[in-house]
């Protein structure tokens, strides 16, 4: 695991999808949203990282049981929901978002297909623990990082995972870390 103290730091290495794939890699919820909704920008790149990732095999993935809140929070706002395609919308009624059943159906759905994906591949969930919590203080001081995004670079260094896949700009700011993101410049 990296040091998160004392040394200054030196921005994350930066990889291509296109790149020769790591054992480990640790995914961020907005990979992870990018290959499900195909309104996203980035829906036909992590489409093909993750069909190139598991025809290459062996890599583990990771992510935090954080994630699935992140995912369920981003697709439930509804400036996401109304960036969605008409189709889409309509098949989960959308339009009747009050209703309780609509929003858990639109939810759950939206998890399975990310299982779905997590299943193509051994994965590892990696649970918020009081080390993880300790851990992330630091991590987020130092790196000038959210309070999330600091806990995921504690889950990944608590595996051992120094490759995390995300389009967050936040995460160049962390030295040790292996940054999956295409190498795309302003992208959030």
Known sequence: MPTTSGATTVPATERRFSASPPSS?????????NYVI????????????????????????????????????AITREGFRRRLESDVQRRFRLDQ????????????????WLEGLLNQFEWNEVFVTDQIRVASVPIMTRHRLSSQDACHVA???????QDLASFDEAFRRV???????????GSR
């Open 155 to 161: 889950c990944a260094w608590q595996e051992g995972v």
């Open 175 to 185: 030295d040790g870390l292996i940054l999956w993101n295409d190498v795309i410049h």
């Open 38 to 73: 195909d309104s996203e920008p980035h829906h036909g790149r992590t489409r093909s990282f993750f069909r190139d990732l598991e025809a290459r095999g062996g890599t583990t993935l990771y992510v935090s049981s954080l994630t699935w809140l992140e995912i369920a929070h």
């Open 97 to 112: 978002w009050r209703n309780e059943q609509v929003r858990e159906t639109y939810v759950q759905t939206f998890l399975g």
């Open 25 to 33: 890699l640790y995914v961020d919820a907005d990979v992870l949203i």
